[in-house]
């Protein structure tokens, strides 16, 4: 069973993972595209994935994900912004949150290192069905 605790961790400091999130979306080189974008676009994105993030794994609701990532690839084309970049800044996403993971210390007992091993397990999968669903969504919004 996945940590509540590291989940509720994640959800509690979302705000600090947006925050630095965020400065990498308006700053990386790969990233031109995003640098158009709105601070409060980058924001209200990435506090949605830390702050929801018990609703997007434990559920594994595979539809809400594919809705709201097909729905940001769609956005994203209509945008501008090339796909190789979405997935970028996906992928960073998904760094920021398992460097944090990995980085909370609470991995104390061999049960707590267990759920923190399934928690990266889970996320990983996550932000697999996400990239694919942004790409389709992207494919779609193109005329594929």
């Known amino acids: 069973m996945i940590s509540t605790r590291l989940v509720a961790m994640i959800q509690d400091h ?8 965020v400065s990498d979306l308006e700053h990386h080189p790969r990233l031109r595209g995003y ?5 409060p676009e980058l924001h209200d994105r990435a506090y949605d994935v830390y702050h929801n993030l018990s609703k997007w794994v434990a559920r594994g609701s595979d539809s809400d ?3 709201a990532y097909t729905d940001l690839g769609r956005r994203r084309y209509r945008e501008g912004i090339p796909l190789s ?9 998904q760094n920021h949150l398992l460097g944090y993971v990995k980085a909370s210390g609470l991995s104390d ?3 707590d ?12 999968q996550f932000f697999d069905k996400a990239i694919y669903h942004a790409a ?5 919004a193109r005329g594929y």
Not at 14 to 21: F, P, V
Not at 85 to 93: D, P, S
Not at 136 to 140: A, H, I, P, T, Y
């Open 65 to 67: 994900v594919e809705l």
């Open 35 to 39: 640098h158009r974008l709105s601070r």
């Open 14 to 21: 979302a705000e600090q993972l947006t925050a630095g999130l």
């Open 113 to 124: 290192l267990y759920q923190e091993l399934e928690l990266i397990h889970v996320v990983t």
């Open 85 to 93: 970049e979405v997935i970028f800044a996906l992928l960073l996403t």
């Open 109 to 111: 007992t061999a049960l």
């Open 136 to 140: 389709r969504g992207f494919e779609l």
